[in-house]
T-cell receptor
Framework: KQEVTQIPAALSVPEGENLVLNCSFT??????LQWFRQDPGKGLTSLLLIQSSQREQTSGRLNASLDKSSGRSTLYIAASQPGDSATYLC???????????FGPGTRLSVLP | EPEVTQTPSHQVTQMGQEVILRCVPISNHLYFYWYRQILGQKVEFLVS????????KSEIFDDQFSVERPDGSNFTLKIRSTKLEDSAMYFC?????????FGQGTRLTVV
């Protein structure tokens, strides 16, 4: 059964710092991996999607990498801003099904 | 930009009552999902729907739950007899077999 973990659980940084969020999954047989942002009490906003054959994806200040064989993905946020404060979730789409398995999230606070 | 819309945004219901949560997926998507998130916990998969039938469901999705695509545009989740532990945020999502797009959720409170 696929399990997804994320570290750290929470992170507080001053504005302008570059930071890395980590995601690990136990079964490397994934179809793709997606990073989401969730603001308190709100829905999930898709940030980046990495297919299993890809190594990384970039969107603006965000870069996500995938190392399928080691079961890891990282989300790199450059030059963090207070508006980046949110919970970041990673989710893997398993090969044998259509559903996503979510990690518990990393709660990020960027202080002005 | 197309988006998944969910109604209502918040629903309060008494224990034992039936509730229907509604979703309008993105129009050219083929796969539809329901997930839930109990406060402070992980987002959990409930059910996926493709080609007018359930393609996969989790252990959570027992006989009190059902899904329907009644008219080709709406996608509904029905909970027949709500329990206190059904209180959660329920998310609908749609996709074309790769990326999933999520709605803003319906917060269900069972009292």
């Amino acid at each position: 059964k696929q399990e997804v973990t994320q570290i750290p659980a929470a992170l507080s940084v001053p504005e302008g710092e570059n930071l890395v969020l980590n995601c690990s999954f136990t079964d490397s047989a994934i179809y793709n991996l997606q990073w989401f942002r969730q603001d308190p009490g709100k829905g999930l906003t898709s940030l980046l999607l990495i297919q299993s054959s890809q190594r990384e994806q970039t969107s603006g200040r965000l870069n996500a990498s995938l190392d399928k064989s080691s079961g890891r993905s990282t989300l790199y946020i450059a030059a963090s801003q207070p508006g980046d404060s949110a919970t970041y979730l990673c989710a893997v789409k398993v090969n044998y099904g259509q559903n996503f398995v979510f990690g518990p999230g990393t709660r990020l606070s960027v202080l002005p | 930009e197309p988006e998944v819309t969910q109604t209502p945004s918040h629903q309060v219901t008494q224990m034992g009552q039936e509730v229907i949560l509604r979703c309008v997926p993105i129009s050219n998507h083929l796969y539809f999902y329901w997930y839930r998130q109990i406060l402070g916990q992980k987002v959990e998969f409930l059910v996926s729907f493709y080609n007018n039938e359930i393609s996969e469901k989790s252990e959570i999705f027992d006989d009190q739950f059902s899904v329907e695509r009644p008219d080709g545009s709406n996608f509904t989740l029905k909970i027949r007899s709500t329990k206190l532990e059904d209180s959660a945020m329920y998310f609908c999502a749609s996709g074309r077999n790769t990326e999933a797009f999520f709605g803003q959720g319906t917060r269900l409170t069972v009292v």
